[in-house]
């Protein structure tokens, strides 16, 4: 499963991609069952893997500054006692 492909983020970094993707099944059925949109798909899964890793380096970073801040605010409040 994949994010919706139609997203303002997903539009923004991967709407050539996606418009091929789009291409290829408007040509048919039979052309997506036989194989033709392969590549296109795989470039569209790259594409969403990218802007998934992206996300999660900066909510790891982000999760990392709130852990620090959360600590100094303890150990403020422990030199306090």
Not at 6 to 18: F, G, I, L, S
Not at 37 to 64: F, G, I, P, S, W
Request: hydrophobic share 35%; aromatic share 4%; proline share 1%.
């Amino acid at each position: 499963m994949h994010p919706h492909l139609h997203t303002q983020e997903v539009q923004k970094n991967c709407a050539d991609v996606v418009a091929a993707l789009d291409e290829c099944h408007a040509r048919g059925f039979i052309w997506k069952v036989s194989g033709n949109c392969t590549e296109a798909k795989y470039k569209v899964n790259m594409c969403l893997r990218a802007q998934r890793l992206e996300r999660t380096r900066k909510n790891r970073e982000d999760a990392k500054e709130k852990r620090a801040h959360i600590e100094k605010v303890w150990a403020d409040l422990d030199a306090d006692k």
